[in-house]
Antibody, heavy 112, light 108 residues
Framework: EVQLVESGGGLVQPGGSLRLSCAAS????????LNWMRQAPGKGLEWISY????????YYADSVKGRFTISRDNAKNSLFLQMDSLRGEDTAVYYC?????WGQGTLVTVSS | EIVLTQSPGTLSLSPGERATLSCRAS???????LAWYQQKPGQTPRLLIS???SRATGIPDRFSGSGSGTDFTLTISRLEPEDFAVYYC?????????FGQGTKLEIK
């Protein structure tokens, strides 16, 4: 069974940083690209970043480009999202996604 | 960027009725890369349909997807009480991935 467990969310001040993690199991981690998605409170779904199987190719939504960095550790079956220069509009539940299966999410709140 | 527009915004129906949800794209979408998700309050989105018409594992056959080009449809043949939720279409395969704004399916 595919399992994705996100962690690292919390309350951070505007301009601050957070690093999210996603621990994956139940599938061949190195065989799949992965994504981060998010959902602001009461709002719809938003794709924010993609990383290829080997980590050499990444893409970002315009809303986070230049501020967020996606990475992965294939030896540890883990996905990461480094979030810098955080803004209020980044407040959301962040999910990692494997081929349409999402984790339970981790809440990031950006507020002073 | 391909914009996905879902209609209606809210659909009020009764259990047992048929639901038809629309997703219209601003440009043609490869059918291999059109998905539908269901989200219930407080829950993670669940993949229902991939490739425009293929049901994901464990999805009941009352859910079906169809369409091509710029017009896609999710149909629920006979609504069960647990089907009342928000439904999103998603385009992937090329970047940026995008979602529709969602259709809320509520009990009439």
């Amino acid at each position: 069974e595919v399992q994705l467990v996100e962690s690292g969310g919390g309350l951070v001040q505007p301009g601050g940083s957070l690093r999210l993690s996603c621990a994956a199991s139940g599938f061949s981690f190195t065989s799949y690209s992965l994504n981060w998605m998010r959902q602001a409170p009461g709002k719809g779904l938003e794709w924010i970043s993609y990383i290829s199987r080997g980590g050499e190719t990444t893409y970002y939504a315009d809303s986070v480009k230049g501020r967020f960095t996606i990475s992965r550790d294939n030896a540890k079956n883990s996905l990461f999202l480094q979030m810098d220069s955080l803004r209020g509009e980044d407040t959301a539940v962040y999910y990692c996604d494997h081929a349409g299966t999402w984790g339970q999410g981790t809440l990031v709140t950006v507020s002073s | 960027e391909i914009v996905l527009t879902q209609s209606p915004g809210t659909l009020s129906l009764s259990p047992g009725e048929r639901a038809t949800l629309s997703c219209r794209a601003s440009q043609s979408v490869n059918t291999n890369y059109l998905a539908w998700y269901q989200q219930k309050p407080g829950q993670t989105p669940r993949l229902l349909i991939s490739g425009a018409s293929s049901r994901a594992t464990g999805i009941p056959d009352r859910f079906s997807g169809s369409g091509s080009g710029t017009d896609f449809t999710l149909t629920i043949s006979r609504l069960e009480p647990e089907d009342f939720a928000v439904y999103y279409c998603q385009k992937h395969g090329s970047f940026p991935y995008t979602f529709g704004q969602g259709t809320k399916l509520e009990i009439k």
